[in-house]
């Protein structure tokens, strides 16, 4: 399929340079552009391989008709002038997910993991209990492994867990997973997606191609996936943290097949959306024969995600926690709902005029706000308007300062953005490192 092409990738990052790479090894004509300098060293090495590397803020002009695929990166928008401008040469339009899955060994396993939020968690989640359990499982997608970095390394029978976005999802035809599983669904990215209807369509993409000798792992709680259930050709299992189904939360314990599996207190990351997540983590482990021993070792060491809800440190009897990747507001709500301490909470990045008032339901315990960065005006009128304290600042680093200076015993100071960090800051991983820097050096 991708091999003796003519190929132009549009946008290079990380997923664009590993799929650079791969495509090179296959005899493919290959153009990369992107609007920003890139390292040198990689851009050495795709020079040695043959491709060509042209920086461009109006990369449509060097698309034409003689290229046989555009891969796209995921973060560039579905209506960007050269996609627009492929659809119209009829040239069909991918993505790195794509291009990785053309190449992999076809007695594999795959597990995809999607969903509005919850991804990242559940996909380590899974992928943690597979490697303790000796099993022959790699790690790679949306999580900060482009799955055309595993190309080389798969091997027959090999256990590939992916986080896969919506944004990877809508580039994808031929992509078929194993066991899809969908933690939720709620209307985000709708500035990429334009309705909610669509992203859903989209993210419905994670069952594409499966039969009956595959398995969906669905949110029995959520309504708009349940809604739709019935496009699903696979083998559905469905999780609960409120009703019996396969696999559900009952008081304090968690069950698979009414089979108790582990205690709640048992599990080192609290609350009902990691509980959720973990069901998610058990539905897969049961179906591959781990054991409830490796189970329960994995849930009482596993101390969560980075950048998401992560414990930094205590100072004083304040507890700090990073938060980075809740780039929207309904990520932020989970965070908020994790405590009932006193809170701090640091908003702010990329303004991409949303709204702030969905946070509302979820404040009860926010006792100050710091807003910083782009958003910082609108997140300061939001705040007064709805009776808080609130104060502005250019940077993340001044608000970690000044979080210190008015937090008192018992308080938790939560950077929790509810925006993008593209403002200030290339991802929400630098973002994340550069709050949990600033906490270490008060």
Avoid at 17 to 25: G, Q
Avoid at 40 to 58: A, M, P, Q, R
Avoid at 145 to 173: A, F, R
Avoid at 351 to 356: E, L, V
Wanted: glycine share 4%; proline share 3%.
């Amino acid at each position: 399929m991708f091999e003796n092409k003519k190929i132009f990738i549009l946008g290079m990052a990380r997923s664009g340079y590993e799929a650079a790479k791969v495509l090179a090894k296959h005899n493919n004509n290959i153009t990369i552009t992107d609007l920003k300098d890139q390292n040198i060293e990689h851009l050495k090495e795709l020079k040695d391989l043959g491709v060509n590397f042209i920086k461009s803020d109006n990369p449509s002009d060097l698309l034409d008709e003689t290229y046989d695929y555009l891969v796209k990166n995921p973060g560039i928008k579905i209506d960007h002038p050269t996609v627009q401008k492929a659809e119209r040469l009829h040239i069909p339009v991918t993505n790195e997910v794509e291009v990785a899955y053309s190449f992999f060994p076809k007695n594999i396993k795959i597990i995809a993991v999607t969903g509005s939020n919850g991804k990242t968690t559940t996909t380590t989640m899974i992928y943690e209990i597979l490697k303790i359990s000796s099993l022959p499982v790699l790690l790679g997608g949306n999580i900060g492994y482009p799955v055309c970095s595993l190309v080389d390394i798969v091997k027959d029978n090999d256990i590939l867990v992916l986080e896969i976005s919506s944004h990877q999802l809508h580039d994808m035809k031929n992509f078929k997973a194993n066991i899809s599983i969908m933690t939720n669904l709620i209307p985000v990215h709708l500035d990429h997606f334009g309705t909610y209807e669509y992203y859903k369509q989209q993210k419905f993409k994670i069952f594409n191609n499966q039969t009956k000798d595959d398995i969906a792992i669905l949110n029995k709680e959520n309504i708009d996936i349940m809604s739709r259930e019935n496009e699903i050709k696979s083998t559905k299992i469905y999780f609960s943290s409120k009703d019996k189904t396969n696999c559900y939360l009952n008081k304090d314990t968690i069950y698979f097949n009414n089979e108790k599996i582990i205690k709640t207190n048992e599990i080192t990351v609290q609350g009902i959306h990691n509980y959720e997540n973990a069901m998610c983590a058990i539905i897969v482990a049961k179906t591959l024969g781990v054991s409830n021993k490796i189970i329960k070792q994995f849930f009482k060491e596993f101390k969560g995600v980075e950048h998401r809800i992560e414990y930094v440190r205590e100072i004083n009897g304040v507890k700090y926690y990073n938060d980075s990747k809740a780039t929207n507001t309904e990520s932020t709500c989970i965070a908020l709902s994790s405590f009932k301490n006193p809170t701090i909470l640091l908003l702010g990045g990329l303004d991409r005029g949303h709204s702030f008032e969905p946070l509302l339901p979820f404040m009860q315990n926010v006792k100050y706000i710091l807003a910083y960065g782009q958003t910082k005006n609108r997140i300061a009128e939001f705040a007064k308007e709805n009776g808080f304290k609130v104060e502005q600042y250019d940077t993340l680093s001044e608000c970690v300062k000044r979080s210190y200076n008015i937090s008192t015993e018992g308080d938790v100071v939560l950077l929790s953005p509810a925006c993008a960090s593209w403002d200030q800051y290339e991802s929400f991983e630098k973002r994340g490192e550069e709050f949990k820097k600033n906490v270490k050096e008060l």
